[in-house]
């Protein structure tokens, strides 16, 4: 133990503020485990119930009878992962442009970028809906993807990230006559892959916690994803709070078995380039 | 490909048909770099802005089609209209309400689980822990934890002398409901951010600060939340917009209600769209809100990054 | 070519993810190698009313062997019907909609769907036995639109045991509004700290319930009869009947006899569920879904529901139809009424009755033995019926028909909240909300009116 135990008292005290605090934070996460294994009634008595009487798990093979929640957390992962790739992709080019190259109209061309973060995407979800709708593409993957395949906050990330590498490295790649293409995939981006981590965590974030544009363009349950998935579930059965909550627990599962897994890389993704931005 | 390559001094000394000559070519290498995310760009958010303005213009059916010419009569109408004037006051409450303490919170715990006892990773893992839940996720669990009949909560609460609080169906109730979901949902993500920006304060600078005498409160106020200003000045941006723009906690939720006391601009937009099928007014009130977060955004980056101390 | 070009570009960023689409495009797929037609049926139908028609879904499926309807749950009404909306006219659109009643003057105005008169004609189809009154909705100038699939009526409900408790005989439920109050402050019961343990009544702030009573008191909700003899211009509901009714909801919330359990009717019956409200109003759909919830807690007892003094009574035939959808080829259509007929068969009318709660479209499903064993066993079951059978159709009972009623109701409902939480006065809220509506359907009229 590195701390020293100076004050032992002072220690316990922040054990206990710990214990409560997390206990406050985590407790409608707790409280959701807790509801669903209860049985329907008791989960709808009052006073309501704080713990099942016993240990049940018929909430969960109801809550998959009634709802393809397997299905909905592929659906949330193949998108999610294919605005990742995209975000990648996209950002990683422009950025480099607007970092490393000298060409006309690139401080007003990169406003221009800006000022998408600044169009909030409830201004411009109107259209966007026609748009996917008159390619075709309602209930669709690529639908679900296409309008966030790039954004201005990933190319400003990366851009900051790589004003960082030297100038040096820069210049005497270009003397060497090795060009862009090759400078930018043989030292940028191996480079800059803390910063790719970052984008690469919030990216998905974003995109699996996304409800209004999948509760917009899905018409078909089968391809629904995790968030309308699980609203869904509670519109059907509002009166069987253990059934939802177990569905809410199983949509959960993979989020929080990531954190454990990879909470540290993912706080060190997180900071590694976000802070500076 | 050599001429691309050369120093930038060589440039400034060409002959200007020479100079324009190398600032095309660098034109055309940056191009493949510059076009995808140009064309998605202009794909979902030049046009649509655009259209989105057009649109402010026009009585529309409910496939979207721009039927009436109306002018500016739809923008005179918001600020004429009781409902649309309330819905910018219950944004600004709602954003308040959810900056604010969230970020404060966030502050607090940051500071709580940054000290390196043992064991530190599992409170940590359980004070982030909202990190992983979604606005549907979250508003689902809300939905029991706030229900008017069968609330723990509200039951819980009880037990500290405090009455049967109406959660969902008392508008001020209502209100702190949507803000402490909105609240709980940001919380693990805007910890993490903060206590990587403290575990980034160089330690010699704590200790030297610690044998010049000064206390906890006093290296907080003068070494540990300046150094952090950068962080906490993202943290701000980012909840901002995240308030602005917050959604499903309250169709979820609330539907806007009671009696529109959580009809923020946001599900407005949105009711009006998807649900009384006017998109010309919803396209006026969303490019009210575009206005309104160009301002702050600039507000927000002139005056309080002033404040904000960079190493 | 734009879009071909659009749509190029675009998959070309999108890289792996079109590789994806090509398989989820697959189950798309019109008519199977089979020569089975596949049509798609987007209803509202959560919880048991959802399990039963899933199971009337796999009995035609089962039975048909050259139609699949494959049944996809929109969420709430509203949900499924503005989703229609955006959809329309995508690939992704159904072949048969199961609409809400307010939905009938949108669904007629979109043109987008055949009326159902077309195949009852084709077909010679007898419809001698069907409810009158429940036709009468969905017919409008002597056209049937659509097939009435799920009709129900709001009735009162009460807890058998807390009448018991508080003294009050259980065979004898409040039948005007002046008993529902007196009963009511018998069956309020208060914890030591004063706050109410059970509230003696309770509603959920539903707009349908105001149409209810503006009917029940012959009350029009807009002009032209209802929108009935003539396009609705106007929203009238801001008369006595309304200010009437909202004063009498107000008088009990603020003595602390009603409760308010918000907008979500199934927050209201969740409240019934668990003993914190011994009498609500709500539809006849949720009464199998309740009596099976409360069958060791305690009896439910059902009531017609309660009038004003004076008051004509009768109700609104609410519910869902089925709509055939226009864009669909002729197969599917002629395979969409295929499955409405097999709907509406008394045998299918009968089950669905047993199942929910929702009354028979037909009288000729009273004669099936399975619903006569459940009637007798169950008698709350015949209060709809009854209720179905005694109301008189007038104007106001005919329901009205206007475009933009979603909108309407869900102003009504902030209204009623402004009145329950003392914001405005019962006629200031009404006259504000009528005006608003007004507004509305005259924006409506531009666009839809030939």
């Not at chain 2, 440039?11 to 064309?39: D, H, N, Y």
């Not at chain 3, 409008?140 to 409900?157: A, E, H, K, V």
């Given at each position: 133990?590195?701390?020293?135990?100076?004050?032992?008292?002072?220690?316990?005290?922040?054990?206990?503020?710990?214990?409560?605090?997390?206990?406050?934070?985590?407790?409608?996460?707790?409280?959701?485990?807790?509801?669903?294994?209860?049985?329907?009634?008791?989960?709808?008595?009052?006073?309501?119930?704080?713990?099942?009487?016993?240990?049940?798990?018929?909430?969960?093979?109801?809550?998959?009878?009634?709802?393809?929640?397997?299905?909905?957390?592929?659906?949330?992962?193949?998108?999610?992962?294919?605005?990742?790739?995209?975000?990648?992709?996209?950002?990683?080019?422009?950025?480099?442009?607007?970092?490393?190259?000298?060409?006309?109209?690139?401080?007003?061309?990169?406003?221009?970028?800006?000022?998408?973060?600044?169009?909030?995407?409830?201004?411009?979800?109107?259209?966007?809906?026609?748009?996917?709708?008159?390619?075709?593409?309602?209930?669709?993957?690529?639908?679900?993807?296409?309008?966030?395949?790039?954004?201005?906050?990933?190319?400003?990330?990366?851009?900051?990230?790589?004003?960082?590498?030297?100038?040096?490295?820069?210049?005497?790649?270009?003397?060497?006559?090795?060009?862009?293409?090759?400078?930018?995939?043989?030292?940028?981006?191996?480079?800059?892959?803390?910063?790719?981590?970052?984008?690469?965590?919030?990216?998905?974030?974003?995109?699996?916690?996304?409800?209004?544009?999948?509760?917009?363009?899905?018409?078909?349950?089968?391809?629904?994803?995790?968030?309308?998935?699980?609203?869904?579930?509670?519109?059907?059965?509002?009166?069987?709070?253990?059934?939802?909550?177990?569905?809410?627990?199983?949509?959960?599962?993979?989020?929080?078995?990531?954190?454990?897994?990879?909470?540290?890389?993912?706080?060190?993704?997180?900071?590694?380039?976000?802070?500076?931005? | 490909?050599?001429?691309?390559?050369?120093?930038?001094?060589?440039?400034?000394?060409?002959?200007?048909?020479?100079?324009?000559?190398?600032?095309?070519?660098?034109?055309?290498?940056?191009?493949p770099f510059l076009v995808p995310s140009l064309f998605l760009f202009v794909l979902f958010f030049f046009y649509p802005l655009g259209k989105t303005i057009y649109l402010s213009f026009y009585l529309t059916n409910a496939k979207g089609v721009a039927k009436h010419y109306v002018g500016g009569s739809q923008y005179g109408e918001l600020f004429t209209s009781a409902d649309f004037l309330n819905s910018l006051w219950t944004t600004v409450v709602f954003v308040f309400l959810t900056v604010v303490p969230g970020i404060l919170l966030a502050l607090l715990l940051a500071l709580l689980v940054e000290k390196p006892l043992r064991g530190m990773a599992f409170f940590r893992t359980l004070i982030v822990s909202p990190v992983t839940v979604s606005v549907a996720t979250a508003s689902t669990i809300g939905l029991l934890l706030f229900n008017p009949s069968i609330s723990i909560l509200t039951h819980g609460l009880s037990f500290f002398g405090v009455q049967d609080i109406a959660w969902l169906t008392d508008p001020f109730w209502a209100m702190i409901?949507?803000?402490?979901?909105?609240?709980?949902?940001?919380?693990?993500?805007?910890?993490?951010?903060?206590?990587?920006?403290?575990?980034?304060?160089?330690?010699?600078?704590?200790?030297?600060?610690?044998?010049?005498?000064?206390?906890?409160?006093?290296?907080?106020?003068?070494?540990?939340?300046?150094?952090?200003?950068?962080?906490?000045?993202?943290?701000?941006?980012?909840?901002?917009?995240?308030?602005?723009?917050?959604?499903?906690?309250?169709?979820?939720?609330?539907?806007?209600?009671?009696?529109?006391?959580?009809?923020?601009?946001?599900?407005?937009?949105?009711?009006?769209?998807?649900?009384?099928?006017?998109?010309?007014?919803?396209?006026?009130?969303?490019?009210?809100?575009?206005?309104?977060?160009?301002?702050?955004?600039?507000?927000?980056?002139?005056?309080?990054?002033?404040?904000?101390?960079?190493? | 070519?734009?879009?071909?070009?659009?749509?190029?570009?675009?998959?070309?960023?999108?890289?792996?993810?079109?590789?994806?689409?090509?398989?989820?495009?697959?189950?798309?797929?019109?008519?199977?190698?089979?020569?089975?037609?596949?049509?798609?049926?987007?209803?509202?139908?959560?919880?048991?009313?959802?399990?039963?028609?899933?199971?009337?879904?796999?009995?035609?499926?089962?039975?048909?062997?050259?139609?699949?309807?494959?049944?996809?749950?929109?969420?709430?009404?509203?949900?499924?019907?503005?989703?229609?909306?955006?959809?329309?006219?995508?690939?992704?659109?159904?072949?048969?909609?199961?609409?809400?009643?307010?939905?009938?003057?949108?669904?007629?105005?979109?043109?987008?769907?055949?009326?159902?008169?077309?195949?009852?004609?084709?077909?010679?189809?007898?419809?001698?036995?069907?409810?009158?009154?429940?036709?009468?909705?969905?017919?409008?100038?002597?056209?049937?639109?659509?097939?009435?699939?799920?009709?129900?009526?709001?009735?009162?409900?009460?807890?058998?045991?807390?009448?018991?408790?508080?003294?009050?005989?259980?065979?004898?439920?409040?039948?005007?509004?002046?008993?529902?109050?007196?009963?009511?402050?018998?069956?309020?019961?208060?914890?030591?700290?004063?706050?109410?343990?059970?509230?003696?009544?309770?509603?959920?702030?539903?707009?349908?319930?105001?149409?209810?009573?503006?009917?029940?008191?012959?009350?029009?909700?807009?002009?032209?009869?209802?929108?009935?003899?003539?396009?609705?211009?106007?929203?009238?509901?801001?008369?006595?009947?309304?200010?009437?009714?909202?004063?009498?909801?107000?008088?009990?919330?603020?003595?602390?006899?009603?409760?308010?359990?918000?907008?979500?009717?199934?927050?209201?019956?969740?409240?019934?569920?668990?003993?914190?409200?011994?009498?609500?109003?709500?539809?006849?759909?949720?009464?199998?879904?309740?009596?099976?919830?409360?069958?060791?807690?305690?009896?439910?007892?059902?009531?017609?529901?309660?009038?004003?003094?004076?008051?004509?009574?009768?109700?609104?035939?609410?519910?869902?139809?089925?709509?055939?959808?226009?864009?669909?080829?002729?197969?599917?259509?002629?395979?969409?009424?295929?499955?409405?007929?097999?709907?509406?068969?008394?045998?299918?009318?009968?089950?669905?009755?047993?199942?929910?709660?929702?009354?028979?479209?037909?009288?000729?499903?009273?004669?099936?033995?399975?619903?006569?064993?459940?009637?007798?066993?169950?008698?709350?079951?015949?209060?709809?019926?009854?209720?179905?059978?005694?109301?008189?159709?007038?104007?106001?009972?005919?329901?009205?028909?206007?475009?933009?009623?979603?909108?309407?109701?869900?102003?009504?409902?902030?209204?009623?909240?402004?009145?329950?939480?003392?914001?405005?006065?019962?006629?200031?809220?009404?006259?504000?909300?009528?005006?608003?509506?007004?507004?509305?359907?005259?924006?409506?009229?531009?666009?839809?009116?030939?």
């Amino acid at each position: 133990m590195s701390t020293p135990r100076r004050f032992p008292i002072r220690t316990s005290l922040h054990y206990l503020l710990l214990t409560v605090v997390s206990l406050i934070i985590a407790f409608p996460l707790l409280f959701a485990i807790s509801t669903s294994f209860m049985t329907p009634s008791e989960s709808l008595s009052s006073p309501p119930n704080l713990f099942p009487s016993h240990f049940n798990l018929n909430s969960y093979h109801d809550a998959l009878a009634v709802a393809p929640l397997g299905k909905f957390l592929l659906n949330s992962l193949i998108v999610s992962l294919a605005i990742v790739a995209g975000q990648l992709f996209t950002s990683a080019l422009s950025a480099y442009a607007f970092a490393f190259l000298r060409f006309p109209g690139r401080n007003l061309l990169f406003y221009l970028f800006l000022t998408t973060m600044m169009i909030p995407w409830e201004v411009t979800l109107i259209p966007n809906y026609f748009t996917i709708k008159e390619l075709g593409w309602l209930s669709t993957y690529q639908g679900l993807a296409a309008p966030f395949l790039a954004t201005a906050f990933g190319t400003f990330l990366l851009r900051q990230f790589y004003m960082q590498i030297p100038r040096d490295l820069y210049e005497a790649a270009m003397l060497d006559g090795c060009g862009h293409w090759r400078f930018f995939l043989t030292v940028v981006v191996p480079l800059s892959r803390p910063a790719l981590g970052t984008l690469s965590v919030y990216a998905f974030i974003q995109a699996w916690n996304m409800y209004l544009w999948p509760l917009l363009i899905t018409n078909k349950t089968s391809m629904r994803t995790v968030q309308v998935g699980i609203s869904m579930l509670q519109n059907e059965e509002q009166l069987a709070w253990n059934l939802v909550m177990a569905g809410v627990v199983l949509v959960l599962l993979p989020t929080v078995i990531m954190l454990i897994v990879g909470q540290k890389q993912l706080v060190k993704g997180l900071l590694s380039g976000a802070v500076k931005g | 490909m050599k001429a691309v390559v050369q120093p930038t001094e060589t440039v400034t000394r060409m002959r200007p048909k020479a100079r324009w000559r190398k600032r095309i070519q660098e034109l055309l290498t940056a191009t493949p770099f510059l076009v995808p995310s140009l064309f998605l760009f202009v794909l979902f958010f030049f046009y649509p802005l655009g259209k989105t303005i057009y649109l402010s213009f026009y009585l529309t059916n409910a496939k979207g089609v721009a039927k009436h010419y109306v002018g500016g009569s739809q923008y005179g109408e918001l600020f004429t209209s009781a409902d649309f004037l309330n819905s910018l006051w219950t944004t600004v409450v709602f954003v308040f309400l959810t900056v604010v303490p969230g970020i404060l919170l966030a502050l607090l715990l940051a500071l709580l689980v940054e000290k390196p006892l043992r064991g530190m990773a599992f409170f940590r893992t359980l004070i982030v822990s909202p990190v992983t839940v979604s606005v549907a996720t979250a508003s689902t669990i809300g939905l029991l934890l706030f229900n008017p009949s069968i609330s723990i909560l509200t039951h819980g609460l009880s037990f500290f002398g405090v009455q049967d609080i109406a959660w969902l169906t008392d508008p001020f109730w209502a209100m702190i409901a949507v803000s402490l979901v909105t609240i709980w949902l940001g919380v693990g993500f805007h910890t993490i951010l903060l206590l990587g920006g403290l575990q980034a304060i160089p330690t010699e600078l704590l200790e030297s600060a610690t044998i010049d005498g000064a206390g906890y409160g006093k290296r907080l106020r003068h070494v540990v939340l300046p150094l952090l200003s950068p962080t906490l000045f993202f943290v701000l941006v980012v909840s901002v917009i995240g308030a602005f723009q917050s959604f499903g906690q309250i169709n979820i939720l609330t539907q806007g209600g009671p009696s529109r006391s959580t009809h923020v601009l946001v599900y407005s937009i949105y009711r009006d769209a998807f649900f009384n099928f006017q998109f010309g007014s919803a396209s006026a009130q969303a490019i009210v809100l575009f206005v309104i977060l160009l301002l702050l955004t600039i507000l927000q980056f002139t005056v309080v990054e002033r404040k904000v101390h960079y190493q | 070519m734009k879009k071909v070009l659009l749509s190029g570009l675009l998959a070309l960023t999108l890289g792996a993810t079109t590789v994806l689409a090509g398989c989820s495009n697959s189950e798309e797929a019109t008519t199977n190698e089979n020569g089975v037609i596949e049509i798609t049926l987007w209803h509202a139908m959560g919880g048991g009313p959802g399990k039963g028609l899933d199971a009337i879904v796999q009995a035609f499926n089962d039975s048909h062997d050259k139609i699949k309807v494959n049944s996809v749950y929109q969420g709430s009404y509203d949900d499924e019907f503005n989703k229609y909306k955006t959809a329309e006219g995508s690939d992704t659109a159904p072949a048969i909609m199961q609409v809400y009643d307010i939905g009938t003057r949108f669904m007629i105005d979109s043109e987008a769907t055949v009326p159902v008169q077309k195949f009852v004609d084709a077909d010679k189809y007898d419809m001698s036995d069907f409810e009158p009154n429940i036709l009468n909705y969905y017919k409008m100038d002597g056209q049937l639109y659509s097939l009435p699939f799920n009709s129900s009526n709001p009735i009162l409900y009460f807890n058998k045991t807390a009448f018991q408790e508080a003294g009050l005989d259980p065979n004898k439920p409040p039948k005007t509004w002046a008993e529902v109050e007196e009963y009511a402050q018998k069956l309020t019961k208060k914890g030591a700290d004063g706050k109410p343990e059970r509230y003696g009544m309770s509603m959920a702030i539903y707009g349908w319930f105001f149409e209810q009573y503006m009917a029940n008191q012959g009350g029009l909700y807009a002009n032209n009869g209802n929108g009935r003899k003539e396009r609705a211009t106007e929203a009238v509901f801001n008369k006595t009947e309304g200010t009437k009714f909202l004063d009498w909801w107000k008088k009990g919330v603020d003595a602390g006899y009603m409760g308010n359990f918000g907008r979500k009717t199934a927050d209201t019956q969740a409240a019934f569920s668990a003993g914190k409200t011994a009498m609500f109003i709500d539809s006849t759909a949720v009464l199998r879904g309740l009596v099976d919830g409360a069958k060791d807690k305690f009896e439910v007892g059902t009531a017609e529901l309660p009038k004003t003094e004076g008051a004509a009574g009768g109700v609104i035939i609410g519910g869902g139809s089925m709509w055939i959808m226009k864009d669909q080829p002729d197969a599917k259509q002629k395979a969409a009424w295929e499955f409405i007929k097999f709907v509406a068969e008394p045998k299918t009318q009968a089950t669905w009755h047993t199942a929910t709660g929702y009354f028979p479209i037909r009288t000729k499903a009273y004669e099936v033995q399975e619903l006569k064993d459940f009637d007798a066993k169950y008698p709350q079951f015949q209060t709809a019926v009854s209720q179905l059978h005694n109301t008189k159709l007038t104007e106001a009972t005919s329901g009205a028909v206007i475009g933009v009623f979603p909108e309407a109701r869900a102003t009504v409902e902030t209204a009623i909240e402004d009145v329950l939480l003392g914001k405005k006065t019962t006629q200031q809220s009404l006259d504000d909300a009528s005006k608003k509506v007004t507004d509305a359907i005259g924006k409506y009229n531009q666009l839809y009116k030939k």
